[in-house]
């Protein structure tokens, strides 16, 4: 489309300006926040301009953490959210594009009831089958554990429908000649379907990283003892204080460490990830 | 390098569809068989029988001196080409060549010989280390058959392989697969649905229809000669034209003695029909012009008979000129006639050479 109407270009500009302004306000908040010292932020004024504590506040959340809140060292934590978004993302592919390539390619009794079963249990979110789910998880004694933090939330149906939706698209063909070509069912998911949906599953490694990450309220249950506390989690103990003010600018602090995986998987992941959402081409 | 034989194969999909019916066919060491028939008629499901991907509900396939019912594609030692190549489109072209022989377990230096042999007779040598969506159709279709020929198996298996290309590369690579197939000198199976494939591949032609062989034989020998009238209206392009017996009579058309009883359907081709006045030895039809198409080296007349209920069509060689509404004269020369019985649509007996 070809357009010169100035009017038009700055409105649009403005419009898309004030949107991002929008959504980066209270993030840009949260840094000057966290660069300045302990009361700054409660004095009715909130400054606008980085302070100079920065060093100070993040040193002192990753390093030793909150211990007045309960809350342990944010590397800690830190890693432990790490742990947790990559064994989810790891294990929700695995599972999914295999059960897609059983449902797709393999032609067995009640394939289509298979399908929909899978489909219908996992659509519904965590918190809907929570209770039942904590019940099983802390009666095989997983409560504190990776384990127990990532296991529940292993399956998916979203990614089993997407690798389905995607194995649809391929041609048939193209199992017929691997299989003329002496190509048994696991050789042709390794070499040649696992291969095809590369860039599907690095989108979907991106979303599912980001999905584990912030995972709150099943981390918050499942985990009493602080070595296997999320960011996530983490911060809201921080800013629970009982009796007291919270601690504005460490609590952005911690805020702001737990935005950088996501926004870094994000960063280096975005060409795979646009490329996979919009690859049409077999 | 091996015969094929199919004895009393059949196909019944679930819901007792029947796409191959008690199926006879024996394809010689070498030869080129072209299976012709239009769509539905189990070509395809047949071919893919002798290749394995479908399973078959009774009979055998032999292929060498194999039964190969129970095998699975890979165990036939047979190769496919597909319609759409069927290339994978993550391996380089050498890739897709070389796949097949690394899951056999070939030896390294034996691959690398073969796909250099067979990129060379395919001359796809510059674009070895290409992705395949980096090459034009021709060239995909050359990889596909490359991938076909660097097995060198007992079979070639040809799924409509060119219908993908336009006209001009499909008369090319139609003459260069007949060239291919008569140096390596394999036996092979063509699926088509185009009569000039079928005509100027075929060592031997299988005209199918509804799950059945309508008829075998030499491509001339069924264009000349066919045996039934479905191959007479489907071989040719336009097919024969077919006249019921009983509309001629009751136009007092002076029907020819050869003519054997219990014809129900004479039939004529387009080309021998001769527009005008021709003498004794032709039925005259005296008739209105329809329309006229122009090819250039010859002209497709379409008319009406007075009294047929059926349009004509003649191929008159060089231009016709003419407007609808004209009258014409069809005249349709005795000795080449086709007459079909009335009950089972063989044919009867022509006795046309002799009158």
Not at chain 1, 184 to 212: C, E, M, Q, W
Not at chain 1, 263 to 278: A, E, P, W
Not at chain 2, 5 to 26: D, F, M, R
Not at chain 2, 167 to 193: N, P
Request: proline share 6%.
């Amino acid at each position: 489309m070809v357009e010169n109407r100035p009017v038009l270009t700055f409105l649009t500009h403005a419009v898309l300006i004030l949107g991002v302004a929008i959504v980066i306000f209270p993030v840009y908040i949260a840094f000057i926040a966290s660069t300045h010292g302990p009361g700054t932020f409660l004095r009715g004024v909130a400054p606008m301009l980085p302070g100079e504590h920065m060093v100070e506040n993040y040193s002192r959340m990753l390093a030793a953490g909150h211990s007045t809140s309960g809350a342990p060292p944010l590397w800690l934590m830190l890693i432990n959210s790490t742990w947790m978004a990559i064994i989810i993302t790891v294990g929700k592919i695995s599972i999914s594009i295999i059960s897609a390539y059983a449902i797709v390619y393999f032609k067995f009794p009640f394939r289509t009831l298979c399908f929909w079963i899978i489909f219908v249990t996992l659509m519904l979110p965590v918190e809907v089958r929570i209770i039942p789910t904590f019940a099983v998880v802390a009666n095989l004694g997983l409560l504190n554990s990776y384990v127990g933090l990532t296991l529940p939330l292993i399956a998916s149906a979203t990614a089993t429908f997407l690798f389905r939706q995607f194995f649809l698209t391929v041609p048939d063909e193209l199992m017929e000649a691997a299989r003329v070509d002496g190509a048994g069912p696991i050789k042709f998911f390794k070499d040649i379907l696992l291969p095809l949906s590369r860039t599907n599953i690095a989108a979907l490694s991106v979303i599912l990283f980001i999905y584990g990450w912030v995972q709150y309220l099943w981390p918050l249950l499942i985990t009493t003892d602080t070595r296997y506390y999320t960011i996530v989690m983490g911060i809201k103990r921080l800013a629970a204080y009982a009796d007291q003010e919270p601690q504005w600018n460490l609590v952005m602090a911690a805020v702001m460490l737990a935005m950088l995986p996501p926004v870094l998987v994000v960063i280096f992941m975005q060409r795979l990830f646009v490329k996979g959402l919009v690859e049409t081409e077999k | 390098m091996a015969r094929i034989e199919l004895t009393g194969v059949t196909k019944v999909y679930p819901g007792n569809v029947e796409a191959i019916k008690n199926l006879n066919l024996s394809i010689a060491d070498g030869e080129l068989v072209v299976l012709v028939g239009p769509s539905g008629c189990g070509k395809s499901t047949l071919l893919r029988m002798i290749a394995g991907l479908e399973t078959i509900t009774d009979g055998t396939i032999e292929i060498g001196d194999t039964v190969v019912n129970k095998l699975e594609p890979a165990d036939r030692d047979i190769a496919m080409v597909f319609q759409n190549y069927a290339l994978y489109p993550h391996m380089s072209v050498r890739g897709n060549l070389e796949y097949g022989l690394k899951n056999r377990g070939t030896p390294k230096a034996e691959i690398a010989e073969r796909v250099n042999e067979a990129a060379r007779i395919l001359e796809i040598e510059p674009f070895l280390e290409r992705k395949p969506r980096q090459l034009s159709g021709g060239q995909r279709q050359r990889v596909a058959m490359g991938r076909a020929i660097v097995r060198k198996p007992k079979a070639f298996l040809f799924d409509e392989p060119l219908s993908n290309l336009d006209a001009k590369l499909r008369s090319h690579m139609r003459v260069e697969i007949r060239r291919l197939q008569r140096t390596l000198g394999t036996t092979s199976v063509y699926v088509t649905h185009d009569q000039l494939e079928a005509m100027t591949l075929a060592d031997k032609l299988v005209v199918m229809n509804g799950g059945l062989i309508e008829q075998v034989g030499k491509p001339l020998e069924i264009y000349s000669d066919p045996q039934s009238l479905f191959v007479a209206a489907f071989m040719g392009s336009p097919g024969m034209n077919l006249i019921e017996i009983e509309q001629l009579q009751a136009l007092g058309a002076s029907l020819p003695d050869m003519v054997p009883a219990n014809t129900g359907t004479i039939g004529i081709r387009p080309e021998d029909i001769v527009l005008g006045d021709a003498g004794p030895e032709h039925i005259s039809l005296p008739g209105t012009l329809d329309a006229i198409e122009l090819v250039g080296s010859e002209s497709l007349v379409y008319g009406r008979a007075d009294g047929l209920n059926k349009e004509l069509i003649v191929r008159a060689p060089g231009i016709h000129l003419g407007e609808p509404g004209n009258r014409i004269t069809f005249s349709i020369p005795k000795a080449a006639l086709h007459c079909f019985d009335r009950d089972t649509g063989r044919k009867r007996v022509a006795t046309a050479n002799a009158a």
